[in-house]
């Protein structure tokens, strides 16, 4: 195993989840218990479709079959599905919601944000107002692990009010997508370590 960043481990510290890391009764079939935990490094460990990523204690992870949420801050609904506002958190999906990823349920590729809906959604900041993704901001390649490289894009995201347009709040939907691996993790928060975290990813 690669060492995990120090930035990782400085920010994380040693805290210990206990009510937090309970399954929400909503999501039976989830589960918030981490596979692997260090104490001493205030880490653990989160497996999906070979890829391992190591996640801070106060990431709470509640994994299904093809995909997981990976809550990182205040959120007001835990077992919430995407597109649920008020929720700090970040989303892994498998090949199933890959293949309907994009507006219209049609399948997922990286010339798109991934919008798995076919009207309008609420803003993640702010459930009383509607989202509105523009064009990308960055594209690129970026390493998610050693022999593995995820297409990258970051989305301009508006936050806007029903009938009129005005415009609320911005937000960049960020997402890193494996297609021999068939991953794709969106984040819609600028979650802070997600990036590195992805980049020092260990393979099976």
């Known amino acids: 195993m690669r060492k995990i960043p120090s930035l990782l481990a400085a920010l994380t510290g040693t805290a210990l989840l206990t009510a937090a890391l309970a399954t929400p009764a909503s999501a039976s079939s989830a589960s918030a218990t981490p596979a692997s935990t260090s104490s001493a490094s205030g880490t653990y460990q989160v497996t999906f479709r070979g890829m391992t990523l190591t996640f801070p204690l106060k990431w709470v992870s509640y994994q299904e079959a093809d995909r997981i949420k990976v809550v990182t801050g205040s959120c007001a609904d835990r077992a919430g599905d995407y ?75 508006r936050c806007i009010v029903e009938g009129n347009g005005r415009q609320i709040a911005t937000f960049n939907q960020r997402e890193w997508y494996l297609p021999q691996s068939k991953i794709l993790i969106v984040d819609q928060w600028n979650t802070p370590l997600l990036a590195d975290t992805i980049k020092y990813a260990d393979w099976n």
């Open 83 to 157: 597109f649920t506002p008020g929720c700090r958190a970040f989303w892994i999906f498998g090949p199933e919601r890959i293949k309907r990823g994009h507006e219209g349920f049609n399948r997922y590729t990286p010339s798109r944000p991934y919008y798995p809906a076919s009207d309008v959604q609420a803003c993640p900041l702010n459930g009383k107002y509607h989202q509105v993704l523009g064009k990308a901001t960055s594209a690129g390649v970026r390493q998610a692990g050693s022999g593995h490289k995820a297409h990258y894009r970051s989305w301009a995201g």
